[in-house]
């Protein structure tokens, strides 16, 4: 599928006479038209009926388009028309709760690389099959993880996925929350943020990753998915971390943190990985430290958050996950258990 599939697709949606209109719009000739047309019904996008020189066409139960465009000429507030005139009809089955996460993903994804990306080009895709929606925005920008590192003046570019998966974080205070990206990330089966060779993942879950990636060096990918019969809503995400009875930014009060993101590939033993881990997350009320894929911890980390930062914001309620037994007693050795 190619730029050139998604144009035909739009005038197959548009109705009129599709092979002579998808010409014009494409620049291709009306024989190839006419071939990629058939290659399209083979594979479900568009449905055929009629038959001789007149046949007519329609979108079929599966549904593509892609866009591209040079960032320059795209407004901080065109997400919105683009959602409108261009996805929007394509999920007009889909039940209302997809459709209004699809809508806020969609939205506040194209609008961070208009706003942030600093690219040259943007381009949006999105795929409709029986059970699944997939939505992906690009940019070959100067990167979301190079961004966030400069902007908090970070030791290694890879704590910025461990701050990207805190939330309240905006590289532009003034027009940015901080909010999005993490409720976005909330919202989806699967949410993966791909830029500067690492890879942010975010799944129902609740799991997280980052790893080093060869490719994605340039820019950054953000994909999108989601289960045409998910029951999830807006609102369930929105109550889980927000408080209904607060605004602005107090009302996000509870956040997750994999604090394996600290530990860099290694063991979390020192008090840098400690202070790595509750940078910035006195801004909540509650914070989840969600311990899955570590088997140890050292006597200086389990100090530095269970004790120092603990004694320092008192406000702030830790609350331990998915601790193995060693991990547990150690930090029931070295933490005083009030704290926590």
């Not at 889980?240 to 290694?266: C, M, N």
């Not at 120092?308 to 331990?320: G, K, Q, S």
Request: glycine share 8%; proline share 3%; charged share 20%.
């Amino acid at each position: 599928m190619d730029l050139a599939d998604s144009q035909i697709l739009e005038t197959v949606r548009q109705g009129g006479a599709v092979a002579s209109l998808a010409a014009e719009r494409t620049g291709l000739t009306r024989v190839t038209i006419s071939r990629r047309l058939v290659r399209l019904a083979a594979q479900g996008y568009v449905r055929k009926s009629g038959g001789g020189t007149r046949p007519r066409y329609g979108l079929g139960q599966r549904r593509w388009w892609q866009g591209l465009w040079p960032r320059a000429q795209l407004r901080g507030d065109m997400e919105s028309a683009i959602w409108a005139a261009h996805v929007a009809p394509l999920l007009e089955s889909a039940a209302p709760n997809v459709r209004n996460i699809a809508h806020t993903g969609f939205t506040e994804i194209l609008n961070n690389a208009i706003d942030h990306s600093q690219a040259r080009t943007v381009c949006a895709c999105v795929h409709v099959d029986e059970a699944v929606l997939q939505m992906a925005i690009m940019d070959d920008g100067v990167g979301a993880f190079a961004r966030i590192a400069r902007h908090l003046h970070l030791a290694d570019r890879r704590l910025a996925v461990l701050e990207l998966s805190k939330g309240k974080l905006t590289t532009a205070a003034s027009g940015h929350s901080g909010i999005g990206i993490f409720v976005s990330s909330r919202f989806f089966d699967r949410f993966t943020l791909r830029s500067d060779g690492l890879v942010f993942t975010h799944r129902g879950d609740f799991q997280f990753d980052w790893l080093d990636d060869a490719s994605y060096r340039r820019g950054t990918v953000v994909l999108m998915e989601i289960a045409l019969d998910s029951p999830r809503t807006a609102m369930s995400v929105y109550g889980r971390y927000f408080d209904p009875d607060q605004t602005g930014g107090g009302a996000f009060r509870l956040t997750e943190v994999p604090v394996r993101l600290a530990s860099l590939g290694e063991e979390l033993v020192s008090r840098s990985q400690g202070k790595w881990v509750t940078a910035r997350i006195d801004q909540f009320e509650r914070v989840i430290l969600d311990f899955s894929g570590i088997a140890t911890v050292g006597q200086g980390f389990v100090d530095e958050v269970f004790r120092v930062f603990a004694n320092a914001h008192p406000e702030v309620r830790l609350i331990p996950e998915n601790m193995t037994p060693e991990v547990a007693r150690t930090v029931s050795m070295f933490a005083p258990r009030t704290v926590y």
